[in-house]
């Protein structure tokens, strides 16, 4: 099992940028594809973007292509990834979750994860 644990989220207004940060721990570590999801009241939990620990393999999704980038940094048996969120929009505002996959493919579902953390908020306000 993968401990994540997120920071970063926050109340920005239109056009801010902010900087989520999810640090991963545990066995196995680089078999794992972190990845961000997002979620709102309305929308299920989607996945918006995916590193792998080894190797670096990124996906953004087109939603946030062009304004949302994915990195990480790996030191010490623990690997941190960033979730840098540029032109933020009212439609980002959700509640912002990590979450890791074994072995995972490019993308995987919500449904797929093996483990998650706890979700950050982030508010934009117009």
């Known amino acids: 099992q993968v401990l994540l644990v997120e920071s970063g989220g926050g109340l920005v207004q239109v056009g801010a940028s902010l900087r989520l940060s999810c640090a991963a721990s545990?066995?196995?570590?680089?078999?794992?594809?972190l990845g961000w999801f997002r979620q709102t009241p309305e929308k299920a939990r989607e996945l918006i973007a995916a590193?792998?620990?080894?190797?670096?393999?990124?996906?953004?999704a087109n939603s946030v292509k062009g304004r949302f980038t994915i990195s990480k940094d790996n030191a010490n048996a623990k690997s941190t990834v960033y979730l840098q969120m540029n032109s933020l929009k009212p439609i980002d505002t959700a509640v912002y979750y990590c979450?890791?996959?074994?072995?995972?493919?490019?993308?995987?579902?919500?449904?797929?994860?093996?483990?998650w953390g706890h979700g950050t908020q982030v508010t934009v306000s117009s």
């Open positions: 979450a890791a996959r074994k072995n995972a493919a490019y993308t995987y579902s919500a449904n797929e994860a093996d483990d």
């Open positions: 545990g066995p196995d570590l680089n078999f794992y594809r």
């Open positions: 590193i792998s620990i080894v190797g670096g393999l990124e996906y953004i």
